[in-house]
T-cell receptor, first 109, second 116 residues
Framework: KQEVTQIPAALSVPEGENLVLNCSFTDSAIYNLQWFRQDPGKGLTSLLLIQSSQREQTSGRLNASLDKSSGRSTLYIAASQPGDSATYLC????????FGAGTRLTVKP | NAGVTQTPKFRILKIGQSMTLQCTQDMNHNYMYWYRQDPGMGLKLIYYSVGAGITDKGEVPNGYNVSRSTTEDFPLRLELAAPSQTSVYFCASNAQGTLNSGNTIYFGEGSWLTVV
């Protein structure tokens, strides 16, 4: 049974800092891993999708890496901004798709 | 292209009532999912479907039923609503092919359900 864990549960940083969010999973036989952003009271927005054969994906200030053998992924956010404040969730795809509990990020001006 | 559409957006149910959350997607995706999200928590998988006529239980299926008679629709039914089913429900879909494929998952906007 796939278990997905995200650390830390919450993170508060000053504007401009670079930061790393962590995601770990127990079953490495995944098809892909995705990172999502969720704003309060809203749905989920996909940020980055990494296929199982890939090591990383980049989009603007975001970079996600995947180490399938160790069951880990990181989301790196460069030069954080107050608008980045949200909950970030990772999800891994086997036959179904399992989510971590998320990291609640606050970027202070 | 509407993506994933869920209805209703908000609903209040009395204990013991039944209702169906509707979900439809127009992207011809074979995989569809239902999740619930409790306050401050991640998403828990209720049921999923890999194609029309096929459904499977997720992490928290008790108290729910699903059907997948068409590729487009994946309704979620609550037969005897309980306060523990108060949550936000999200429907999602994606395409899935070979082991190394698997496209972005698309979510509906959510259905806020309160059982009193």
């Amino acid at each position: 049974k796939q278990e997905v864990t995200q650390i830390p549960a919450a993170l508060s940083v000053p504007e401009g800092e670079n930061l790393v969010l962590n995601c770990s999973f127990t079953d490495s036989a995944i098809y892909n891993l995705q990172w999502f952003r969720q704003d309060p009271g809203k749905g989920l927005t996909s940020l980055l999708l990494i296929q199982s054969s890939q090591r990383e994906q980049t989009s603007g200030r975001l970079n996600a890496s995947l180490d399938k053998s160790s069951g880990r992924s990181t989301l790196y956010i460069a030069a954080s901004q107050p608008g980045d404040s949200a909950t970030y969730l990772c999800a891994v795809k086997n036959n179904d798709m399992r989510f971590g509990a998320g990291t609640r990020l606050t970027v202070k001006p | 292209n509407a993506g994933v559409t869920q209805t209703p957006k908000f609903r209040i149910l009395k204990i013991g009532q039944s209702m169906t959350l509707q979900c439809t997607q127009d992207m011809n995706h074979n995989y569809m999912y239902w999740y619930r999200q409790d306050p401050g928590m991640g998403l828990k998988l209720i049921y999923y479907s890999v194609g029309a006529g096929i459904t499977d239980k997720g992490e928290v299926p008790n108290g729910y039923n699903v059907s997948r008679s068409t590729t487009e629709d994946f309704p979620l039914r609550l037969e005897l609503a309980a306060p523990s089913q108060t949550s936000v429900y999200f429907c999602a879909s994606n395409a899935q092919g070979t082991l190394n494929s698997g496209n972005t998952i698309y979510f509906g906007e959510g259905s806020w359900l309160t059982v009193v």
